[in-house]
């Protein structure tokens, strides 16, 4: 027994040590790799190679010096929008990038974002240098993004997956049924269409309408632009689509769709070709991730002013949460506050991409805005959502800026409660009894029906929340709150829509917006420096990443293919008080 417990003890110390080896052994190859990245050179006749075949997100802040070793720590998942302009800035005027190699078959974005990529892509090509897409199928997103190039091949067992848009929601009134739950519903619009999915099996007329108008102003808007790209007039792209001739590579080639059915050995002979090589010279490529650890030979202007980009990414919470995905309140206030307060800060730029959230939240956040707005210019650019609390946000900016295929608007707010008394009584055996000091002691609960005094009572709290969105909102306008009140009513709009109705001041992308921003503070080009949100260095990106994928494997472990639908359970729980949301989620493919 002692030699045993001898062995056990061994054993243990041994992974003790074996774990503080390996953690010491971890930071020296991540501190080689960070001292390396300077020294990173590219080759002449170099190909930059975009792989956007990831999850977009507004502005990369992880620092990941294993990014091109490969294996279990590369963060290989997600392309910064911020750091996939610059990189294109930069090889356009670099002399040893001859061109792009785009893999976009089938980005994870919204449609703002890839039209800005889009926009920043068609620059890149001013320069004379070629871009070649290759895809062997390609989706509707990963076509209007890849079909802005010199070449567009597919390969020959492929197919473009161009059909139109449709936007698709999910119902949960059969399930809260079934379980005997209630929903408790106050709400101001006739719009706004966040809490259908609890009280309906389909959609109302209203949140028809409203998807309809949006759905199409965002699919002109892609047509006219794969129109402009490839020759091919918009009624004939609507009629391909109707009668789908572009699954098959070869009538996507015969519509002008494509340029070339190919393989892909067929498609680097042509770059080959391209760039005068022989047919057995290796291409050079270099991904995006190197491309940025490479010299920046541009100067940045030798002078204290900032505009600061600060990046507003997420649903909106209460609190300081430091969560990437979430914009909380707190934490945001003290962003805008510090851009405030630091006078080398000459305006600033709010970037906005969110469907909502959290009224109080929002209220929060639209304080600090107006606070900074009365010593600075503050410019709100939108990107793929900015709706709803994203609106609340953006409406106390001096001016907005959304791309024509953004999502915004629906100007209106709910509250949303689920009654469970009869669930837990006849699906659990659970029952509740109470003693009240008052009337109302336990108002609000979960486990009775409220009574018609209390119902009013929420109705009214809802109803004032409204009237404050909309005063404010007529307010940052300059619009009459009648007028204001017309095209609220939580209905959801195009940012193209938004130009229109005067949600929106110009269309365009987050450099529209620095521009904006640079001529209310009366600053020329190369009298101000653009200040990003800090990286986070690597330890904060490894223990993120680690907590990240411990509770994706647990998640998936404990649900499997329900993950998902349990997501969007767990988020129920932050439908806490009033909110200022879109409707529950909105799927545009």
Known sequence: MLQFLKYVLATLVGL?????????VLLGIASIAGSGSSDVVIEENSILKLDLNKSFTEHD??????SDLGGPFANTEVVGVVQLKEALTKAKADSKIKGIYLKANSPSAGWAVLEEVRAALNDFKKSGKFVYAYGETYSEQGYYLSSMADKVYVNPAGG?????????????KGTFDKLDIKPVVFRVGNYKSAVEPFLRENMSDEN???????????????????????GVSVPELKTVADSLQAYEPQDALKHKLVTNVAYYDEFESAIRKNLKLKEDDKLKYVGLSKYLKTSNDSKAPNTDNKIAVIIAQGDIVDGD??????????????????????KNVKAIVLRINSPGGSGLASEVMWREIQKAKEQKPIIASMSTYAASGGYYMAMGCNKIVAQPTTITGSIGVFSLFFRVDEFTKNKLGITFDRVNTNAHSDYPTLTREMDEFEKNRFQKSTDRFYEVFTAKAAQGRKMPVEKLRAIAGGRVWSGLE???????DELGGLEKAIQIAANEAKLKAGEYRV????????????????????EARVMLATFGDLVPYVQKLKKLQTLNGIQARLPYEVRIR
Not at 498 to 504: A, M
């Open 61 to 66: 802040n992880k620092t990941n010096p294993f």
């Open 531 to 550: 200040r990003y949100p800090a990286k986070k260095d690597f330890y904060q990106t490894l223990f993120d990443t680690a907590e990240e994928e411990q």
């Open 16 to 24: 003790v040590l074996f774990s503080i080896l390996s953690v010491f």
């Open 160 to 172: 473009l997956d161009f059909n139109g848009l449709n936007a698709e929601y999910e119902f949960y």
């Open 208 to 230: 028809r309408e409203q998807t309809r108008s949006f759905l199409n102003s965002i699919y002109n808007q892609v047509l006219a632009e794969i129109s402009e790209s490839r």
């Open 498 to 504: 938004g130009k229109q109705n005067g949600l929106v």
């Open 321 to 342: 949460n430091d969560s990437d995905n979430q914009i909380a309140s707190e934490k945001m206030a003290a962003e805008i506050r510090k851009a405030r307060k630091d």
